[in-house]
């Protein structure tokens, strides 16, 4: 059973949220908070599989709930929620740490196949945003000579040039034709080394230090040593 804490100012948006996901059977509605402070409580006390996390919320609002979270519990797995996908916070969410978002008026299934996808940690993020937040973290970093830094395999930055180009596990077993447990292997051992939270900032990494091109593509033959690695955001 999934467990997943709603955050939204808006009763009737909960309502349907906890309808539509207990309804899928596999979900359990834990908690629910009527704004950021009462997130993060809940967070601290239930630590759920997911947090859904609506951004506009009273007395404190879904960024800074979504900052206090990560701070104390780097692998929560927290997906935005907004009426905007321009929303400047959603790309500031997402560099703190947020493994994803929604727009309200999506389809009902797509916030369940979120929620399950969060859940065994992979990202809900349509490449062309992907592209807007690698783009956007990349042109506030100071510009350095990438390179690849030492203490990967082979494999593993096989694998994080494939994440850098928005891939899911599935996809990137397919594309290296091995088995998505191995995928998922080779990204958390890669992100430990690193150092990384999550999925966004393994692709923002990837980027820096030369794996994929601005063309969103793998890079065969990257420069290496030097420095590099350090978490997006």
């Not at 909960?14 to 809940?42: I, P, T, W």
């Amino acid at each position: 059973m999934i467990r997943v804490v709603i955050a939204d100012d808006q009763a009737l948006v909960r309502a349907g949220v906890r309808m539509l996901l207990e309804a899928a059977g596999e979900m359990e509605v834990c908690g629910e908070a009527v704004d950021g402070a009462q997130a993060v409580q809940h967070a601290e006390r239930l630590r759920p599989d997911v947090l859904l996390m609506d951004l506009r919320m009273p007395r404190m609002d879904g960024l800074e709930a979504t900052r206090r979270i990560l701070s104390a519990w780097p692998t929560a797995r927290i997906v935005i929620l907004t009426t905007f996908a321009e929303d400047e916070n959603v790309y500031a969410a997402l560099r703190a740490g947020a493994i994803g978002f929604l727009v309200k008026d999506d389809e009902p299934e797509r916030m369940v196949d979120a929620v399950r996808r969060a859940a065994a940690g992979e990202p809900l993020l349509a490449p062309s945003v992907l592209r807007r937040v690698v783009e956007r973290a990349l042109a506030a970093e100071q510009q350095v000579a990438p390179r690849v830094p030492a203490g990967l395999t082979d494999r593993e930055l096989d694998v994080l040039a494939l994440v850098g180009t928005g891939l899911s596990n599935a996809e990137i077993a397919d594309t290296l034709h091995v088995g998505v447990t191995t995928v998922k292997t080779h990204v958390s051992t890669a992100m430990d080394k690193l150092g990384l939270r999550n999925r966004i900032q393994a692709a923002v990494v990837a980027h820096r230090i030369g794996l994929v091109d601005a063309g969103f593509r793998p890079v065969r033959n990257p420069p290496r040593g030097g420095p590099g690695g350090q978490p997006a955001g």
